[in-house]
């Protein structure tokens, strides 16, 4: 049995995991992020739009490389009104799914301030950038490679999903839990 780290709800969660995983997912209102939790967690997709209030989780099992990792998924509100409390969920993440709807360039123009808000608070956290609704080719405005240029210039992998039909939603999430176990196996082996 391991513990994840004691902050907010993860005190109330025990698994019998190799690693427990705090991630998050952020991005601007109506981008999709509720949709891509949704479809990883349940393989489920509603068309609905639901307002996230605040924040709320979810917990998957994965098996990445022989070992059982336990991510716990916060999905935060991207409201400008849930601004002040975002910064408490970033609080023992060990990454993020930062995610922009590639059919609204105002999503992805407000990419940099979600980042910078995250390594404000986890300087050391793993970010993978994600854009959703790739299903909606005809409506597209972000093109493929306005993203490539941030995955470059953030040195941050990019990856294109649909939480419609699935598509690459999977491959995010493990894409970001790979990176943040190959993390926490840096900073086990730096310790004395």
């Not at 098996?63 to 991207?78: E, S, T």
């Not at 953030?154 to 939480?163: L, V």
């Amino acid at each position: 049995m391991s513990k994840l780290p004691s902050t907010d709800i993860h005190e109330q969660i025990t698994v019998e995991a190799s690693y427990g995983l705090k991630v998050c997912m952020m991005g601007d209102g109506h981008v999709g992020k509720t949709s891509l939790v949704l479809r990883y967690t349940q393989n489920a997709f509603s068309p609905d739009y639901k307002q996230s209030l605040g924040a709320s989780f979810a917990v998957q099992t994965i098996d990445l490389k022989g070992k059982q990792i336990k991510l716990v998924v916060w999905d935060i509100a991207g409201q400008p009104t849930f601004h002040q409390v975002r910064r408490h969920y970033y609080i023992g993440a060990h990454g993020a799914l930062l995610v922009f709807d590639l059919t609204s360039p105002a999503t992805f123009m407000s990419l940099e301030n979600w980042i910078i808000d995250f390594r404000r608070v986890v300087p050391e956290g793993k970010i993978v950038l994600v854009g959703n609704k790739v299903d909606l080719e005809d409506k597209r405005l972000v093109p493929r490679e306005a993203a490539e240029m941030l995955e470059k210039w953030w040195k941050i992998p990019y990856i294109e999903t649909s939480a419609a039909t699935a598509y690459g939603v999977s491959e995010a999430f493990l894409k970001l839990a790979a990176s943040a176990l190959r993390q926490l196996a840096r900073d086990d082996s730096q310790r004395p």
